[in-house]
C-alpha cells in the first residue's frame, strides 16, 4: 500500500489509537496522543513537536491524518455543536490492512499505544492542551521547581488558572510522567 514504512506505522498508530479511543478521538487528541507515545513512551514516530496555540504541535501528524483519509484506512467527520464544531475520526475500510502492512511496529509498541489510549483519549481537548503543554514546558524549558513549571506554564497558558495547572501537574508527577524530579533528563531553552 505504502512505499513509505514510517508513514505506515505511523498511520496504522493512529487507526490503533481511534480504535481504543472510541467516538472521542479527534484531530487534537491524535496530535496530544502522536505526542505523547513519543515523549513519554519513546515511541519512535520521527515527529518535531513545538509549542503552539493548543500545546505541542507538529504539522506533519495532519499531513498523515491526510494521507490515512485518501487511503481510505481513516475517516474524518465534523460535528457541529453550539458554539463550534468537532473533527471525529473513526477507522475505515483499510484500516486492517495499514496495520498487518505495520504489524511488527505495532506488535513492539502497543503496550504503550494502549497505555496512551487508556490515560489519554477520554480527556477534552482542553484537558490535552493543559497536560500536554505541561509535559513540553517540564521537558524544554529550564524549570527547577514545581511552583517555576506551574508559573510557566501560566505564562503560555494564560486562560489555565493557577489551581487548575496545578491539579494537573500533581496527576502527570504522581505518575511519575514528569522529568523534574531528575533534572539530568531536561534540556535548556
Known amino acids: 500500500m505504502l512505499a513509505d514504512r514510517l508513514t505506515t506505522a505511523r498511520i496504522a498508530v493512529f487507526a490503533e489509537l481511534i480504535g481504543l479511543g472510541g467516538t472521542r478521538v479527534g484531530r487534537t487528541a491524535l496530535m496530544k496522543m502522536c505526542y505523547f507515545l513519543q515523549i513519554l513512551k519513546d515511541v519512535p514516530l520521527g515527529y518535531e513537536f513545538s509549542l503552539y496555540s493548543y500545546g505541542p504541535f507538529d504539522s506533519e501528524v495532519l499531513g498523515d491524518l491526510r494521507t ?11 460535528v457541529s455543536f453550539p458554539g463550534g464544531y468537532q473533527y471525529i475520526l473513526s477507522t475505515s475500510s483499510s484500516a486492517a490492512q495499514v496495520k498487518r502492512e505495520a504489524k511488527q511496529f505495532l506488535s513492539q509498541y502497543i503496550g504503550c499505544i494502549k497505555w496512551v489510549a487508556d490515560t489519554f483519549a477520554n480527556r477534552s481537548a482542553s484537558e490535552l492542551e493543559l497536560l500536554s503543554t505541561i509535559v513540553y514546558v517540564d521537558r524544554n524549558v529550564d524549570v527547577k521547581t514545581f511552583e517555576s513549571l506551574r508559573e510557566k506554564v501560566k505564562l503560555i497558558k494564560p486562560h489555565f488558572s493557577l489551581d487548575e495547572i496545578s491539579k494537573k501537574i500533581e496527576w502527570l508527577e504522581q505518575k511519575e510522567l514528569l522529568t523534574l524530579h531528575d533534572p539530568s533528563q531536561m534540556s535548556q531553552v
Open 68 to 78: 490515512a483519509e485518501d487511503l481510505s484506512a481513516i475517516d474524518s467527520s465534523v
